[in-house]
């Protein structure tokens, strides 16, 4: 009988570089009033209380965030 401990291996995927992405990416608000957003898949619930304001929000809420308006990802580099 086998695991399947393998498996991920042997189908190409390498499961340690899961473990090098952030769990949170942050995203920023750029509207003029305040936002909350629920996350489509951990119904996590974002609030930007004001414009300006910078949220993690969940890597697997991201596809979600694409089609919310006056919300922006924030790199590293945008911070300075």
């Not at 930007?48 to 089609?67: E, N, T, W, Y």
């Amino acid at each position: 009988m086998s695991c399947g401990c393998n498996s991920n291996r042997r189908n190409g995927q390498n499961p340690s570089s899961y473990s090098n992405q952030p769990s949170f990416v942050s995203y920023q608000y750029v509207g003029s009033l305040s936002l909350t957003v629920t996350g489509g898949v951990t119904r996590n619930v974002y609030r930007f209380a004001k414009p300006g304001d910078i949220v993690p929000i969940d890597r697997r809420d991201l596809a979600g965030m694409s089609g919310v308006p006056n919300v922006r990802q924030v790199h590293d580099y945008d911070r300075y």
